[in-house]
């Protein structure tokens, strides 16, 4: 991505994972294949560079970032699920190091095979977050579906999961009083990266703790809120009658 907003979501997250010693020998991440995603790789690749640091793995996805992070030695292995370019592609056939894997074995949470909670940070998106923490990622606050579901909810069982969100899109506040659906509990979201200013769960103390005499803005998932309302205005709650279309399973 070339977005300003994008790049200082991805930025925030990069340092927020290096202040808080997450970036470190022998971790491993995941990040998806949208443009801050992709983002966040790169300067991934940059802090690991300049502070000598090599992962153990890095879960795919895979594309032309990740490849590099592995042709650089700066990883041991891609575990790959999906390949989203044809720089996977040639990798994965050339590269022993690239490692095809299933999904449905990877991310069985009734499964023996299941290495998602073996990952030490995800980086995800959402379409909302509500204050207690709660995310949805399939419908809009209009209620309209936007997409499946996927492995997100898989790739919560990592051990710390963050979400660069913007503040609000096309005027609309991210963070709600309740989210419009479901799909991930609060229990497993842990930070929340906006630009201005990132919201821990009060859960993670630990991350809280870490987080103490950083230069990062870091601010309460409320105080976020309010800001955005300030700016954009509350916006109505769409309104819905008692027909069911849908139900999100949880995995």
């Known amino acids: ?44 690749r940059q802090i690991m560079k300049e502070k000598g640091i090599k992962a153990r793995f890095v879960r795919g996805g895979s594309n032309k970032y990740l490849v590099s992070i592995l042709e650089e030695g ?30 449905f074995t ?12 073996m990952v030490d940070v995800v980086i995800l998106g ?18 309209y579906l936007l997409h499946g579901i996927g492995g997100w909810q898989n790739c919560l069982f990592s051990k710390t999961v963050i979400l660069p969100l913007p503040l609000f899109r096309d005027r609309i506040p991210i963070i709600v009083d309740e989210v419009t659906t479901l799909c991930g509990p609060a229990e497993l979201i842990d930070v929340i990266v906006t630009e201005r200013g990132i919201a821990i769960n009060p859960r993670r103390t630990d991350l809280i703790e870490k987080m103490k005499g950083s230069d990062l803005p870091v601010k309460s998932i409320k105080e976020l809120k309010e800001e955005a309302e300030k700016i954009c205005g509350k916006p109505e709650k769409a309104k819905f009658d008692d027909q069911i279309i849908a139900v999100v399973k949880w995995v």
Request: net charge negative; glycine share 10%.
């Open 74 to 103: 700066l990883v041991d292995y891609i575990l790959d699920g999906q390949t989203f370019d044809l720089e996977g592609v040639r990798s994965m056939a050339k590269n022993p190091n690239h490692v095809w894997t299933s999904p």
């Open 126 to 143: 959402a379409t909302e977050v509500d204050v207690n923490f709660n995310a949805n990622v399939v419908t809009h606050s209009d209620g």
């Open 1 to 44: 991505t070339k977005s300003p907003d994008r790049l200082l979501l991805a930025e925030l997250t990069s340092r927020f994972c290096e202040v808080t010693g997450i970036i470190r020998d022998g971790f491993s991440f995941q990040t998806g294949a949208g443009g801050t995603s992709l983002a966040v790789s790169e300067y991934f």
């Open 106 to 117: 990877s991310y069985n949470y009734h499964g023996k095979g299941i290495f998602a909670g």
